[in-house]
């Protein structure tokens, strides 16, 4: 099963509004990161939190981690109909070779002109 | 700026055919991922390569596998293409420097399989 599971699996709102997606998982992390990708294309980096981090801004981007309860959440402030994307998480678990990271299903962002 | 090219947008090949995809990458990044993404099912491990001809199954791996003859390419091979394999392919690299670090990642082949 996947590691990170976002919540809600789709998020409607209005241009301005603010956007709070969550996500969470089961094992130990090293780190979590957040990623977009706009439809048909690639994903893209968003931000990455560490696990001795509990909050992390870049831009209109908020991210918070909470170890003891094993999740995240992004805050998007005064969305744009440009931040309409899907959204997911991914952890890691360093290991000895592990670049690996488990991606989560995604959550799906509309935002409304 | 960092770039993952993979080689075709779109592919429509039919049950049977041997089928590569093919990734490269241009940021000396030691690991490299390839992912099938299917709609309620997020992204899925296939295989992933730390270093050049040392691979690793992924979550699922049969059906396909993997070729790093250069560092900068990353080859994912369907043996025999099935129905089932119709999706997204997504290709991904990143620096071993520090373990955990952001994945790049390409646009997406878009593989139909008929």
């Known amino acids: 099963s996947q590691q990170g599971e976002e919540d809600p699996q789709a998020l409607s709102i209005q241009e301005g509004e603010n956007a709070t997606m969550n996500c969470s998982y089961k094992?130990?992390?090293?780190?979590l990161q957040w990623y977009r990708q706009n439809s048909g294309r690639g994903l893209v980096h968003l931000i990455l939190i560490r696990s001795n981090e509990r909050e992390k801004h870049s831009g209109r981007l908020r991210v918070t981690l909470d170890t003891s309860k094993k999740s995240s959440s992004l805050l998007i402030t005064a969305s744009r109909a440009a931040d309409t994307a899907s959204y997911f998480c991914a952890t890691a678990f360093v290991l000895l070779n592990a670049g690996k990271s488990t991606f989560g299903d995604g959550t799906t962002l509309t935002v409304k002109p | 700026d960092v770039k993952v090219t993979q080689s075709s947008r779109y592919l429509v090949k039919r049950t049977g055919e041997k089928v590569f995809l093919e990734c490269v990458q241009d940021m000396d990044h030691e690991n490299m991922f390839w992912y099938r993404q299917d709609p309620g099912l997020g992204l899925r491990l296939i295989y992933f390569?730390?270093?050049?001809?040392?691979?690793e199954k992924g979550d699922i791996p049969e059906g396909y596998s993997v070729s790093r003859e250069k560092k900068e390419r990353f080859s994912l091979i369907l043996e025999s293409a099935s129905t089932n394999q119709t999706s997204m392919y997504l290709c991904?690299?990143?620096?071993?420097?520090?373990?955990?670090?952001?994945?790049?990642f390409g646009d997406g082949t878009r593989l139909s399989i008929l």
């Open positions: 390569s730390y270093d050049v001809k040392m691979k």
């Open positions: 991904a690299s990143s620096s071993l420097r520090q373990a955990g670090q952001p994945q790049h």
């Open positions: 094992t130990s992390i090293n780190n």
